[in-house]
């Protein structure tokens, strides 16, 4: 099997079955997992007002330019989204009256000005290397107010601003997924049983998969959850969505729009190169182990692969922050694998190729699978959130180190949170905090 692929530019061409071959264990499970997860995204899509059929199309769109990632570009790290900076735009949304299911042109005028900012920031700062930077300079308690903000908005939604949306309708499901995906990825009792328990190993690889499974069962038993399932194919309404949503079918929003979503893409940029970093750190550290399979890891590289992505999904149908760098579970998965030797994985590509179904998301042209997981698309929304807000809380936590900057986080991350179109001022105070309240060396030095 050719590893090498076909160059074109910085990137490289790596064609399913040519130069990676398929491997059935992480295939199985991103068949399911891959499509649940990315549907999670269509409640979103609903809130703004898209149709489900329309939601489901735009999920496929940021599906296939996801599974572009490492197919197309070559990058070896698994993509998702942008996690963190969800619960944030969700909240934009929230504040300007338009996440409560009515279309409206404005509403995919700010998510285009989002994307095409977005686009060109990374774009930007990718080319003249700029990126990393800035982002080595920004101070520790901004950074992790930033995350911190992120990790309170998305608690705020789940628990009390949007409570019934995720919660109220479904209680029993939506907190037995909780329950059952917290602890498969936070608890460390569970992680240190799985050790030695090849049954419970096998659960956690699953990622969110089995809270998604006892969430459907519990939902049937209390009757919180029904289906009603059709045979048949469908083709995603693509086009559709394309009217709906595109600058080019809608019209390209005005300039106070991209003054307006400034501080969310600055945001956006900042949670995007913490991504990049953690996914070249993960294959560092597996690398020790693989000395056999040298990885490219070029930053500027990804930073164009990523623009070029938030490029064709800002004309096609902008739906930020659905194109980052990484998903850290399933990165992490099979980077685990990866390290078990060239007979468990000849190459990384083959598991990253395999887990994105060899880059065709073609679960989303199956009438029973988006019939059967449309009653737990909210609930994969939920767990989303609420697992990022965990995730985002230890990480920001883990970046304050001194009383100081925990109070710069603090203020920042209230600010960032609860500060709709006046966002921008939480990243301003906690700049400003950062030099009143922190000892300048430090900065310096973070």
Not at 51 to 74: H, W, Y
Not at 311 to 321: K, L, M, Q, R
Request: glycine share 10%; aromatic share 10%.
């Amino acid at each position: 099997m050719n590893k090498n692929g076909i160059k074109w530019g910085p990137f490289t061409l790596r064609i399913p079955f040519i130069h990676t071959k398929l491997l059935t264990a992480e295939f199985l499970q991103g068949l399911v997992i891959s499509g649940a997860t990315a549907l999670a995204a269509a409640p979103v899509g609903m809130a703004l007002g898209l149709s489900l059929d329309e939601a489901i199309a735009a999920c496929f769109i940021a599906s296939f330019l996801i599974t572009s990632s490492p197919i197309i570009f070559g990058e070896p790290m698994a993509a998702g989204w942008i996690t963190p900076a969800l619960p944030l735009v969700i909240g934009f949304f929230m504040t300007k009256g338009m996440f409560n299911g009515v279309y409206q042109v404005e509403t995919f005028h700010y998510m285009s000005a989002m994307a095409i900012e977005f686009t060109l920031l990374v774009l930007i700062l990718g080319i003249t290397g700029i990126g990393k930077l800035i982002v080595e300079k920004v101070p520790n308690g901004l950074k992790s107010g930033i995350i911190l903000g992120a990790a309170l908005a998305a608690f705020y939604q789940i628990f009390f601003s949007d409570f019934e949306r995720y919660i109220g309708n479904a209680p029993v499901s939506m907190i037995s997924a909780l329950l059952i995906c917290t602890i498969t990825t936070f608890s460390e009792p569970f992680k240190r049983l799985a050790q030695n328990n090849k049954i419970l190993a096998l659960i956690g690889s699953l990622g969110l998969l089995p809270g998604f499974i006892v969430a459907a069962i519990v939902g049937y038993i209390t009757g919180e959850i029904s289906w009603s399932i059709e045979w048949g194919l469908a083709v995603p309404a693509v086009g559709d969505v394309y009217s709906q949503t595109s600058p080019l079918s809608i019209g390209f929003p005005p300039t106070e729009m991209y003054l307006e979503v400034l501080p969310l893409v600055i945001i956006g940029y900042l949670l995007l190169f913490g991504d990049f970093v953690t996914g070249i750190e993960v294959i560092k550290e597996g690398q020790e182990k693989r000395p056999d399979e040298i990885i490219d890891i070029d930053i500027n590289r990804s930073h164009n692969s990523v623009g070029i992505r938030n490029a064709i999904g800002a004309i096609v149908n902008p739906f930020f922050p659905t194109q980052g760098a990484l998903w850290t579970g399933v990165h992490v998965v099979v980077i685990e694998r990866w390290k078990q030797g060239k007979e468990a994985m000849d190459s990384l590509f083959d598991g990253i190729h395999s887990y994105y179904l060899m880059g065709i998301p073609f679960l989303f042209f199956v009438v029973p699978f988006i019939d059967v997981m449309e009653p737990l698309m909210i609930v994969a929304l939920g767990v989303t959130l609420i697992l990022t807000g965990l995730a985002c809380s230890y990480i920001a936590m883990s970046l304050a180190t001194k009383n100081s900057e925990k109070a710069v986080s603090l203020v920042t991350a209230v600010l960032i949170a609860f500060g709709g179109e006046y966002m921008w001022l939480g990243i301003l105070i906690g700049l400003l905090l950062s030099y009143a309240l922190v000892d300048n060396k430090d900065i310096e030095n973070g």
